[in-house]
Structure formats: structure tokens, C-alpha cells
């Protein structure tokens, strides 16, 4: 922790969209009202007859009321004074790059969603996307949402097992993919892990492919199933009226990792959904209309969800895309970008900062980064040395840096600074966004100095269910307190009422501000015929935040090896994908166990951390704890 507080400038505070913290009083006073005027700035077919209905634990926001997302990103900008503004500026991998104005964006999304009517996708039909990260996927986005087809992104990253998984658990009709991505270089074979997914996922009527790679990739297309984006989109209308949607419909599922096995399909609905992105974005990003603004999420995540589609192009402001990886074709390749294209706001993840604090900061140096003029953070903590780094050689201490603490379930930014208002701490994502209402509570739900994370009233972007499954939603976000949301994070209070995320308090990881669940690694890792049982644990890590550890019983007749340890990593990328791969792998005969039967993965935590061993008293079998030591 650090007492550094930074002011926003005098120059930042006279040009901000928010520039007095009486936007604070206004919401508390009247917080439905407040939601209604964010809600105002979007163009609504027909307006809402009620603001909120809070039936706990369920809400919904703008009853009524009759909206379209397609139309809220794109219509509207063509229709007024920026159909030639660009809306997206791409980057590819291999140096590729061109710009979609908001006309062009607006042609190739009413086409799009023409073939999907053609291929009989129809309103609540759900659509999956599995892409890299191209306009195409943004396209396929707004397509769906134009009309009224929920899509459901799967991040390219993940593999086959993991894909199929999610286009199962809502019965997608559609699957829009592409011959494969770039990364580092290398073709990631998209359709041909789409083609091992759909092996097992009888409700794909029809696979979409876009061609990324073209000639250096083989793609088996079959026969009446698949079909090239390319031919469906040539002789196609370029217009397409835009479902007039409830405010209440389905605008998209989003898969995440929770305390089981099976992802959630976190259930996002329209008007709600757009009010929470639209106004943050406006308000925490200070979106202006000559921004050229970036975030460097992929669209398989919340963020790419909320911040790089639907809250800029909502704003009307140019959005850049880029796909790859930030050391790739060399480590200065964001900073390229950057001064490429002028870019005014910058989001990021606090693992990448700490990648490029290892760099060095003289790789910088040959670059010109003066047109930032806003930083921010999301996924996990960020540590005040690469906060201050950050502020330092990519802010060059001009620019008001906001971390941004939200999730998947939240929709939009639930903590954040506003830049032209809250004086900033290195380390803590500050205050709540006006209008909501959050705290830090002891077990009993009393509020506390230290504790769980809480939020007490419903908020237009909150996840409404999950999919098909409304147990699930209620046990774990409401059971814990009564009517507030728990969201799995303990978190400290200082004298300020300055909030500072600690971490998670169930068996989710965050590694790289990636969320990963334990039980889907250990399950991954059971599956290899050697292994017995296996647990797994999250270990401080510098640069990732947290790094995998898997702790493995082998079955009689099986030896630990490195071959067997490859073999187990290889199981995981391919079950879920590189992104959860343990960095280490230990075989032990036994794991800690209470007597019950339950692995006590803190005690794991301890021995590899070489921390004193925490209490042993439930523990079955003490010595398990000496061997264990003797091998970490
Ligand atoms: O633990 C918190 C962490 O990321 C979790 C949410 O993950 P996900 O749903 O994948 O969404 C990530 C991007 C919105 C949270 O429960 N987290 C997110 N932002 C922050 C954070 N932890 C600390 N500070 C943040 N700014």
C-alpha cells in the first residue's frame, strides 16, 4: 500500500464529461432516477413504462421499453453526423490493418444479420462465436443482437472440449467461426477445434466461416453444414430493420468459471445491459468525440464485451481492435500501436503492465505515447509498483489512471475513479460508480473493515440468471446475505471508504486476470487414465498474479515422470486451454484431507508457499504434511 494520492490536473478537470462529485449526491438521492437519465442517452423505440422492478434476488431494469443494441451502436451514429467517423480500427497479427466507418460497420452488420435470418436464426435462437480478434467477430456480434439472436462468445483461446461444452449447455443453432487466427505467428486451427466440438453438439445446424488465414489453411467444410461467410454475405441485402427487442430480452450469454465444474452462462438482457456500458463508458473513459480509444480484451471476455464492442460503439467512438499477442512480431508491438494510430485512451490488464515493467521501460523510449491522455486497469489488483510504472512511463504523469474492479456477473464498472473527480490511490479501484451501492461486510452482513465484498441494490447491467439454470444463480450470489449479491471477493474498507480488492474467497483463480475455475482443472487432469485425484491451487506469481499448481495421486502401476508431467499439461490445454496449464506439477501419494474426505487445499497453499502450516486439527493424517514438504 502506498499514501500517494494524485489529483486529476487542472487541465483534465476542465475538459471532463464529469468534472463535480455532485454526480454522487444526485444518484443517492434518486437512484432509479439517475439510471433513467443514463438510460436516456440511448435511443429507445418505445420508452419504459417502470424503471426497476426488484423482486429479489430478481431484478428488471426499463420495463416496457423497446430497444435494439445493432441500432443503439450503429443506426443512430449513421443517421446523425458520423456515418464516416471510424468505428473500428483493426490490426492484425501479420501487419495487417484497415479501418470500418460507421456506414461500412453498419452495411456488413445488417448484411450479416440477413444471412443469419436466411439460415433461419430467428429471435432467442442462441448463436455461439468462436473467433480471433477481428471485425468479423464484431460484426457477428451486432448482427445477432440486431436481430434479437443472443449470441454466446467462446474465447478462441479456449479448445474443442471447452467450446463444445458451452455450445451444449445453451443449444446453439449457429456456429460462427474462422479458418483459424494468428498468434505469435502461429495459426490457431479454429475450425478444425470447432470441427472436434461439434462431433458431440447435435443442435449446430449450420458452421459460418470466415476466412482469416485463406490459402496456408486447410479447412474441411462439410457438406450442407458449413458455409463460407464470404458466399453467404456477396448477393445479400445490405438493409435490415432492427427487432424492436424488450427492454427484458436476452442480449447475450457469457460463460465463466465458478466454484463447480460446469461454467455459468451468465445471462445478460438488453436495456439494462446497455445503460450500465454506455454510461460508464461515457463517464469512467470520458469519452470524447475524437477519441481513439483502446482496449486490448479479447471478445471472449466481459471486457472485450462491454469495452471493446458495445460501450464505444455505443458512444460513437472509434474502437481498436488488434489480434495477437503483445510480444509478438516484437515486444513493443502495443506501443507500435499506439503511436500508429494516436491513441487517446488506453485499458489494460495489470499482468500485462507487469510483463512490460520486466521489459524494461527503455523499450519506450523510441516511441511518442503523448496522445494518451487516460489509462485504465481491470481484472485483478494492481500492485502500487506497477500502478506507479505505469503512470510514469506510459501516463507520462499527466494522465489519471482508473482501475476499474467489475466482473462478468456486474455487466459494466461497479469501482472506479472518475478521472476528472476522484483522486486516485495507487492500488485500489477507489469508490462505487454513481448509483451503486456497494460495501464490505463480516459474516454476519455487517459492514466491516475487511471482508466480503457485497453489493446491496440492483443495478441495470447485473446479470439477471443463469442460463437454464436458476438454482445456481440463486445459491451463489444470493444465499450467502440475504438480498445482497456476494461477489466472491473480500476486499478492505480504509478511513476514505476506499475500497481494496484482496482477492477471491472461493475456488476460482485468476491468472493473468483470467478466471479460472479449480474444479474445472482438476477435473481436466482426472481424465488422464494415470492419474488417481488431483488438486489444485493458485500460487503468487509476479508478472501472472497468480500461477497454477497441481498437486497429483497417481493409480497403482503408474510412476511420476517429466513425460507424464507433459502429458498431464497437454490434457488441460486441451480440455480448456493454454490459459490454464499448471506451472507445476508435483505427484505425491497423498493429498491433506479433513477426515470427512475434503481436500484441504489452504494446507497445500502453505507448504508450497513455505509459510507456517496453518491449523492441522481436521486433518485425517498429519504426516501427509511432512511428505509434502519434502517434495515442494
Ligand atoms: O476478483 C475480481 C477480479 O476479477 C474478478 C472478475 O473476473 P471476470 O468475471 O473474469 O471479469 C474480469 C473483468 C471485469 C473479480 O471478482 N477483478 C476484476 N477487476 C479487478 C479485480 N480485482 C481487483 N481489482 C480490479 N480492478
Redesign the pocket.
Known amino acids: 500500500m502506498t499514501d500517494q494520492k494524485f489529483n486529476p490536473s487542472q487541465k483534465f478537470v476542465q475538459n471532463a464529461n464529469i468534472s463535480s462529485s455532485s454526480i454522487y449526491n444526485e444518484a443517492n438521492a434518486d437512484t432509479d432516477q439517475f439510471w433513467a437519465s443514463q438510460a436516456e442517452r440511448l435511443t429507445w423505440f418505445k420508452k419504459w413504462d417502470q424503471i426497476c422492478q426488484w423482486n429479489p434476488p430478481f431484478a428488471k431494469w426499463f420495463l416496457g421499453g423497446q430497444i435494439n443494441a445493432s441500432y443503439n451502436c450503429l443506426d443512430r451514429h449513421v443517421k446523425g453526423s458520423k456515418g464516416d467517423k471510424n468505428a473500428i480500427i483493426f490490426e492484425g497479427e501479420p501487419g495487417d490493418s484497415y479501418t470500418l466507418t460507421f456506414n461500412q460497420l453498419y452495411t456488413e452488420v445488417c448484411k450479416f444479420a440477413n444471412v443469419l435470418k436466411s439460415l433461419n436464426v430467428t429471435k432467442g435462437d442462441r448463436v455461439t462465436i468462436y473467433m480471433p480478434m477481428i471485425p468479423e467477430a464484431v460484426i457477428a456480434m451486432l448482427a445477432c443482437s440486431r436481430i434479437g439472436a443472443p449470441h454466446s462468445v467462446v474465447f478462441g483461446g479456449f479448445n474443442s472440449e471447452a467450446l463444445s461444452n458451452r455450445i451444449n449447455d445453451n443449444n446453439s443453432k449457429i456456429l460462427i467461426t474462422t479458418d483459424g487466427g494468428w498468434r505469435r505467428g502461429k495459426i490457431i486451427p479454429l475450425k478444425k477445434n470447432a470441427d472436434k466440438a461439434l462431433e458431440n453438439c447435435p443442435s449446430i445446424k449450420n458452421v459460418i466461416v470466415a476466412k482469416r488465414i485463406g490459402d496456408k489453411m486447410d479447412c474441411n467444410m462439410s457438406k450442407g453444414r458449413d458455409l463460407w461467410w464470404h458466399d453467404l454475405t456477396e448477393d445479400i441485402s445490405d438493409q435490415c430493420l432492427p427487432e424492436h427487442l424488450d427492454s427484458e430480452d436476452m442480449l447475450f450469454i457469457l460463460y465463466?468459471s465458478g466454484t463447480t465444474g460446469k461454467p455459468k452462462g451468465v445471462v445478460h438482457t438488453t436495456g439494462g445491459y446497455l445503460t450500465g456500458t454506455s454510461s460508464t463508458h461515457n463517464i469512467v473513459f470520458d469519452a470524447k468525440d475524437d477519441d481513439v480509444y483502446w482496449c486490448t480484451a479479447d471478445i471472449g471476455?466481459?471486457?472485450g464485451h462491454s469495452y471493446v464492442v458495445y460501450g464505444p460503439l455505443l458512444n460513437g467512438t472509434t474502437t481498436v481492435i488488434y489480434e495477437g499477442s503483445p510480444d509478438y512480431p516484437e515486444k513493443d508491438r502495443f506501443w507500435r500501436i499506439i503511436e500508429k494510430y494516436g491513441v487517446t485512451v488506453f485499458y489494460t490488464a495489470p499482468t500485462a503492465i507487469r510483463t512490460f515493467m520486466k521489459w524494461g521501460a527503455e523499450r519506450l523510449l523510441k516511441y511518442d505515447l503523448s496522445t494518451l491522455r487516460l489509462l485504465g486497469?481491470?481484472?485483478?489488483?494492481?500492485n502500487p509498483e506497477a500502478w506507479l510504472w505505469y503512470h510514469k512511463h506510459i501516463g507520462y504523469e499527466k494522465c489519471p489512471i482508473v482501475?476499474?474492479?467489475?466482473?462478468?456477473?456486474?455487466g459494466a464498472i461497479m469501482?472506479s475513479p472518475l478521472p476528472g473527480v476522484t483522486p486516485t490511490v495507487p492500488g485500489t479501484?477507489t469508490i462505487p460508480y454513481p448509483g451503486i451501492s456497494i460495501d464490505v461486510v463480516d459474516e454476519t452482513g455487517q459492514p466491516a473493515d475487511m471482508g466480503y465484498l457485497v453489493i446491496k441494490k440492483p443495478w441495470p447491467s447485473m446479470l439477471r440468471t443463469i442460463f437454464n439454470d436458476e438454482q445456481r444463480y440463486i445459491d451463489t450470489y444470493w444465499s450467502k446475505f440475504e438480498n445482497f449479491y456476494f461477489?466472491?471477493?473480500e476486499a478492505m474498507k480504509d478511513s476514505d471508504g476506499y475500497i481494496w480488492?484482496l482477492?477471491?474467497v472461493d475456488d476460482?483463480l485468476?491468472v493473468s486476470?483470467?478466471?479460472i475455475g479449480i474444479a474445472e482443472v482438476e477435473s481436466a487432469l482426472a481424465r488422464h487414465p494415470a492419474v488417481a485425484e488431483a488438486a489444485v491451487i493458485g500460487r503468487p506469481h509476479q508478472v501472472k498474479g497468480e500461477s497454477i499448481a497441481a498437486f497429483v495421486v497417481l493409480k497403482e502401476k503408474f510412476e511420476g515422470s517429466d513425460v507424464l508431467i507433459s502429458e498431464l499439461r497437454d490434457i488441460v490445454i486441451k480440455g480448456i486451454g493454454a490459459l490454464a496449464k499448471p506451472d507445476q506439477i508435483f505427484f505425491t501419494d497423498e493429498l491433506p484431507k479433513t477426515r470427512s474426505g475434503k481436500i484441504m487445499r489452504r494446507l497445500l497453499r502453505d507448504i508450497t508457499s513455505g509459510q507456517a502450516i496453518g491449523d492441522t486439527t481436521t486433518l485425517a493424517d498429519s504426516s501427509v504434511i511432512d511428505t509434502l514438504k519434502s517434495k515442494c
Open positions: 465463466t471476455w466481459i471486457t486497469t481491470v481484472g485483478e489488483p494492481i482501475d476499474t474492479w467489475w466482473q462478468t456477473e456486474t469501482i479501484a461477489a466472491g471477493d480488492i482477492g477471491r476460482v485468476n486476470g483470467h478466471r
